[in-house]
């Protein structure tokens, strides 16, 4: 009986503390979980993604690095880009995060390379490929 | 939006294409539904049909030269191979594979990719890795570099300045410490420079030859072409190859010829945009997207739903072709369980239904052997009908060709474009109801 007290006053403080994180959280304090997250990781540049970029991310690994989508849709890579082609971001989504950005910042899509993205045979969609640069950059610290 | 048609194709490489192609042969309305290219832009950008199964790799033996007889051979002791599938059948895959070449040749040539004649032998063509294979049937700037008709001719391995992926010196001096001395060559290599390649892939090269540097090289090889045969890396031209063809040789460079690819492949690429100028020419509609699900009911398959340009369709026929690749174009997956993603089909290796199998079990100690793994795909009757899990016919109105189909490993086997070819023209056949 003592046991069931004491544990029913425990799960009751616990709620109410739930609670009072729920309002705290639906003012507009972050969660302390994905603070503590991108404190640990945003460094390293490990960042959080969304639901639709982990989605996007499983169709983007799907890429086999053949390097048809550079020959076919004329990619401009920036001057001294390390990381020019779409089949590169394979390695680094699987590798190396932080490359992501340097991804981003060396993908050079021209609105013809980006209307042109049925050459793929993994169906990956360039188009897809820029989006998920753009977007997952912007879903960092 | 519904789309109706007689016959829908999924999947567009060399099986698919040659499928469509064939079926429109009867009239009848096709599609062809894609993600994307098939791994046929990934070849050498030749056509193998058949090595010879008792062969020594890398020793080219007089006897394995004949294509229909190693066919033949395939058929007899491989019972999984789908050359022998389709014997068991019934038919002779030897002659329906000739007949099938022929009815590609005229295609191909007719869009402007014209291929070397065919004939019974295998030629004996250079790759950029310092060796050669046979292979049944290749393009024309391919073919005529075909070793066994260049024996005892000074033979030029052309390098390219800034061009890592084609290593001339390596290659000639490959080629004359293996076959040198049984009288092929003697090999030599010479670096010329593209005007406007500073450097990249074999895609970048072409490009640069094709804008602007084939007159350049041709005016520069002229003076070293007289009585020598000179091999190009696979570069000579991606979407206008017949201009640097003709340019070449009214500049006097005569005696040439390219060099089979690897990955990524001008050649390849080339031979796809063939086919696809090909499936344009003949009225079959392209459809870029891919199949969700499909609608079966009493062995029939019904429909297709399908995500077309991002707007959901549904797509009906009356009859199907399954010729969506094996693992590079993505017909058959190993994401943690084999499958086959569109159908559901059960994938087997060899006579084992294989799902969540270790994968370790079906690869060898030897990173080149013949891997079981890559042999995996689904079954099919003598028909070229899938099977089920029960190895009952799937639906009475869906064939299934190219590397999707078990038994062959469309990579490394020597017969790749070759089952993709057959397989294809069979299936359209039937779909059709042609003859």
């Not at chain 1, 190396?96 to 169906?123: E, F, H, M, T």
Request: net charge neutral; hydrophobic share 40%.
């Amino acid at each position: 009986m003592k046991k069931q007290i004491h544990a029913i006053i425990n799960l009751g403080v616990h709620f109410a503390l739930h609670i009072i994180q729920l309002i705290f959280r639906f003012l507009g304090k972050k969660a302390p979980g994905m603070k503590r997250f991108r404190e640990n990781y945003g460094a390293e540049g490990l960042s959080p993604l969304s639901r639709a970029n982990r989605e996007n991310l499983f169709i983007l690994s799907g890429c086999i690095g053949c390097g048809l989508c550079r020959m076919t849709l004329n990619l401009h890579p920036a001057a001294g880009a390390t990381l020019s082609d779409p089949e590169s971001l394979s390695i680094c989504l699987t590798r190396s995060l932080p490359d992501v950005q340097a991804a981003r910042d060396s993908l050079k899509l021209s609105p013809a390379s980006l209307a042109g993205a049925s050459y793929c045979p993994r169906g990956i969609s360039i188009a897809g490929v820029y989006d998920f640069l753009q977007t997952a950059d912007k879903e960092r610290v | 939006m519904d789309k109706k048609f007689d016959i829908v194709v999924i999947g567009s490489g060399m099986a698919g294409a040659v499928a469509a192609l064939k079926a429109v042969d009867s009239g009848k309305k096709i599609a062809v539904i894609r993600k994307g290219y098939g791994s046929t832009a990934l070849s050498s950008g030749a056509i193998d049909l058949a090595a010879d199964p008792l062969g020594v790799s890398g020793q080219p033996l007089e006897d394995s030269r004949e294509w229909q007889k190693n066919v033949r051979e395939i058929a007899r002791r491989d019972e999984f191979h789908p050359y022998a599938v389709l014997a068991a059948g019934g038919y002779a895959p030897d002659l329906e594979l000739a007949q099938a070449l022929n009815f590609i040749y005229r295609e191909l040539q007719g869009v402007g990719l014209p291929l070397f004649p065919v004939t019974g032998r295998n030629l004996t063509l250079v790759n950029p890795l310092g060796g050669f294979k046979f292979t049944g049937l290749a393009q024309e700037s391919q073919g005529k570099g075909d070793l066994e008709k260049l024996k005892g001719k000074k033979t030029v391995i052309l390098g390219v300045k800034n061009l890592p992926d084609f290593p001339a010196d390596y290659i000639a001096r490959a080629l004359n410490d293996s076959i040198g001395s049984q009288g092929y060559g003697p090999f030599s290599s010479q670096e010329i420079e593209i005007p406007g390649f500073g450097g990249g892939t074999t895609f970048e090269a072409a490009a640069a030859l094709e804008s602007e540097g084939v007159e350049k090289v041709a005016s520069l090889l002229a003076g070293i072409s007289a009585g020598r045969h000179l091999i190009f890396p696979p570069i000579l031209g991606a979407l206008r190859s017949w201009e640097v063809t003709e340019t070449l040789q009214k500049s006097g460079v005569l005696d040439f010829s390219e060099s089979l690819a690897v990955p990524t492949s001008i050649p390849g690429y080339r031979l796809q945009a063939a086919l696809d100028r090909a499936l344009e020419k003949r009225g079959v509609s392209i459809l870029n997207g891919r199949v969700i699900s499909a609608t079966v009911a009493d062995h029939r398959l019904h429909s297709l739903e399908a995500e077309i340009q991002g707007q959901k369709e549904k797509m009906e026929g009356q009859n199907f072709i399954l010729a969506t690749g094996k693992y590079l174009s993505g017909g058959i997956e190993r994401d943690r369980v084999f499958r086959e993603p569109v159908f559901d089909l059960p994938v087997f290796i060899g006579e084992k239904p294989v799902k969540e199998d270790f994968i370790k079990d079906f690869l060898l100690r030897e990173a080149l052997g013949p891997h079981p793994a890559f042999r995996a795909g689904i079954r099919v009757n003598g028909k070229l009908n899938p099977l089920n899990r029960s190895k009952q016919v799937f639906a009475e109105n869906l064939w299934a060709a190219g590397s999707i189909l078990a038994g062959y490993d469309s990579t490394g086997d020597g017969a790749g474009l070759g089952v993709a070819i057959l397989t294809g023209f069979k299936a359209g056949l039937e779909a059709s109801g042609g003859s």
